[in-house]
């Protein structure tokens, strides 16, 4: 015998980090969807959007600065080099700085424009008034989780 779903009670309903989660979840496909055509995934675009901002850092830099270990690094970074979107550079000691080539310029770009069309349409239901309120809740809540 079937229950109807209006009858069933959710007790995941009233849990920050289940609404995170599916939002989460959510969000990334829409952009998946955006930057199919461009064929990179959210990580990739994600990446170049970064080095597109901070030209010359390093891999250790990307590390600090987006959380991430360096073997999830480093096959984006690779990915990246094959399409001819990054030039490596030299940099200080073993360090080697990493800048848009100008297929990256243009690549970077086109990226720029699918999140730019993500954000519209991820927070077309934020009034602009709340947007910064919420956008320093959401940096609150990730400071929480990761120093709890």
């Given at each position: 015998?079937?229950?109807?779903l209006s009858a069933?009670?959710?007790?995941?309903?009233?849990?920050?980090s289940y609404h995170l989660r599916?939002?989460?979840t959510a969000a990334t496909t829409a952009l998946a969807n955006m930057l199919q055509h461009?064929?990179?995934n959210v990580s990739e675009a994600t990446l170049l959007l970064f080095l597109g901002a901070n030209q010359g850092c390093t891999q250790s830099d990307i590390g600090r600065a987006l959380r991430?270990?360096?073997?999830?690094?480093v096959?984006?970074?690779?990915k990246l080099v094959l399409l001819g979107a990054l030039d490596k550079q030299p940099g200080k000691g073993r360090a080697i700085a990493l800048s848009l080539s100008d297929e990256g310029q243009q690549l970077h770009a086109k990226v720029q424009q699918?999140?730019?069309?993500?954000?519209?349409?991820?927070?077309?239901?934020?009034p602009p008034e709340r947007r910064d309120e919420?956008?320093?809740?959401l940096r609150q809540v990730c400071r929480d989780a990761c120093h709890p």
């Open positions: 015998m079937s229950v109807s069933l009670s959710d007790p995941l309903d009233n849990l920050l599916r939002t989460t461009l064929e990179l991430a270990q360096p073997a999830n690094l096959p984006l970074i690779n699918a999140f730019t069309r993500h954000e519209e349409v991820i927070g077309r239901s934020i919420i956008m320093a809740l």
